[in-house]
């Protein structure tokens, strides 16, 4: 967890911040610009909860067009440390609010925003959760019980999950997962290209043989940590 100081925040918020979203706003307490878009104030130190309908992208200020699907890490990874620390419930707890109650309140709101922040991130981090998200968004959710028609496809995991319950040799798992492997970076790339494309129901099936993709390799790591 992050821990930062009131007086670090006030005296360098742009140093903790320097990559914020780009749509910045006034603070509804005391009016001064906010370090971010984030409903943060380091001057007055008034913090509100986001709207519901608040993109992770417009957590990170970053682009969800013209492909929501391309995300570049060092920048997601820097915007949210940034933001973990401008909203850390630590600072928050006793800042600007007489009233006790005003200041568990501001704890709650921090807490609540933290979480946010957190969610966005882990969401955007990884291909998988990032492509449900995008589908989700374009009303396709992907869900446990969706299946592919894909034949060839599902006998291949078949015979993949196969080949792990019955190894004997670590060679035998490990060259699975180096083939496992390359049809994860393929699947990748097709679900960039089909979002670039807006083909969001190919993105689906996409996404769903990620998974099952992603089951394999969660498998094979289970079988060689015990090996």
């Known amino acids: 967890m992050f821990s930062v100081s009131r007086k670090i925040l006030r005296q360098h918020p742009a140093r903790y911040f320097h990559s914020s979203l780009s749509r910045k706003s006034n603070c509804p307490s005391c009016t001064k610009v906010l370090p971010s878009s984030l409903p943060a104030c380091t001057n007055c130190w008034h913090i509100s909860s986001l709207p519901h309908n608040t993109k992770h992208y417009e957590i990170f200020g970053l682009p969800d067009e013209p492909n929501p699907f391309v995300i570049h890490l060092p920048t997601l990874k820097e915007r949210f440390r940034s933001a973990q620390v401008l909203c850390h419930p630590d600072s928050w707890a006793s800042k600007g609010a007489k009233a006790d109650m005003l200041r568990k309140n501001k704890l709650v709101v921090a807490q609540t925003l933290s979480a946010r922040i957190n969610e966005a991130y882990q969401c955007l981090l990884k291909p998988l959760s990032r492509a449900e998200y995008i589908l989700n968004c374009h009303h396709l959710p992907v869900s446990e019980a969706d299946q592919i028609d894909d034949i060839q496809f599902i006998s291949g995991i078949m015979d993949a999950r196969e080949t792990i319950e019955d190894a004997t040799e670590k060679s035998q798992v490990e060259n699975l997962v180096k083939k496992n492997t390359s049809e994860i970076r393929e699947t990748i790339q097709e679900l960039e290209n089909l979002f670039g494309r807006a083909q969001w129901e190919d993105a ?19 079988w060689l940590d015990d090996a």
Request: no cysteine; glycine share 6%; charged share 40%.
């Open 204 to 222: 689906k099936s996409a996404a769903i043989r990620l998974r099952y993709l992603e089951g394999i390799e969660r498998a094979a790591k289970r």
